[in-house]
């Protein structure tokens, strides 16, 4: 199916929801989404946001910003997700219990006429997301995957319809970059946000800093790996993540990869 074909199946897939809210994280994907809603008429749309330790808060200003800027509705919702064991705990299925938290508390918040979706797209089932299973048991729909977008639909799409985030690189939530089974904590959280804001603030534009107890695992694109050689490249990030608490700073040579930390997990977990 080519890709204007995609967005045309997407159109009519939400005008038939015709009243929907959006779980707008303010990544590439739930923008997107929220973008085409808001183009469509005879569409009600709103935007709802899950706010907590695990989401970083850049993430959360840019969605505030966004839907301000195109005047629609939204719920801005704080979650105090590390009061919850199965999530503070970190269990492999954390992502189960973490969904099924934010997108009760979501359905909560919004009126009954409407059917909360996400940004879920046709690469998301491809990797481990027991996330997914949380969002079936309560409905929520993905308009992108039963249009049958890829990522790479959704970015060239986006750079169509001239989003701020065409170049966007894809944000899991903070959670993603600490092992399972090591708790997680408003401090290690904290750690990897401030971590990451480092890379970025150097312009780099896809990274993970994975968190091991006091060492700091960067993972970066292999095309960026020898900028991160450069010596006063080095030591700004050095010596910036050390005073953030990690003992050691380490280079992944692997390079950046998506879901690194589920290589040895078992899927049906």
Not at 48 to 69: C, I, N, Q, R
Not at 106 to 122: A, H, P, Q, Y
Not at 194 to 219: P, S, T
Not at 220 to 248: H, M
């Amino acid at each position: 199916m080519s890709l204007l074909k995609k967005e045309e199946k997407l159109k009519e897939i939400l005008k038939e929801i015709k009243h929907i809210a959006v779980a707008f994280s303010g990544g590439v994907d739930s923008t997107y989404l929220l973008s085409v809603c808001n183009d469509l008429e005879n569409v009600e749309v709103i935007a709802v946001t899950a706010l907590s330790p695990l989401h970083a808060k850049d993430e959360g200003s840019f969605a505030f910003a966004f839907a301000k800027e195109k005047n629609i509705e939204h719920k801005m919702i704080e979650m105090p997700l590390l009061e919850y064991k199965n999530i503070r705990e970190n269990p492999v299925n954390r992502c189960y219990y973490c969904k099924r938290t934010i997108f009760s508390a979501l359905l909560d918040r919004i009126e009954k006429r409407f059917t909360l979706v996400d940004g879920t797209n046709m690469d998301d089932f491809k990797d481990y997301r027991p996330g997914l299973k949380a969002c079936d048991e309560l409905g929520i729909k993905h308009p992108l995957a039963m249009a049958e977008m890829t990522k790479d639909d959704i970015y060239r799409l986006s750079e169509i319809k001239q989003l701020p985030t065409a170049s966007k690189p894809p944000f899991a939530c903070l959670a993603s970059r600490i092992p399972y089974n090591t708790f997680l904590t408003k401090e290690n959280l904290a750690q990897v946000e401030k971590a990451e804001q480092v890379l970025k603030n150097l312009d780099f534009k896809q990274y993970r800093v994975r968190h091991h107890g006091d060492l700091a695992r960067i993972e970066l694109l292999p095309k960026d790996i020898n900028r991160l050689l450069d010596e006063e490249i080095r030591n700004a990030i050095y010596n910036k993540i050390k005073k953030i608490g990690f003992s050691y700073i380490t280079l992944d040579l692997r390079g950046y990869k998506t879901g690194s930390m589920n290589i040895n997990v078992d899927k049906n977990s």
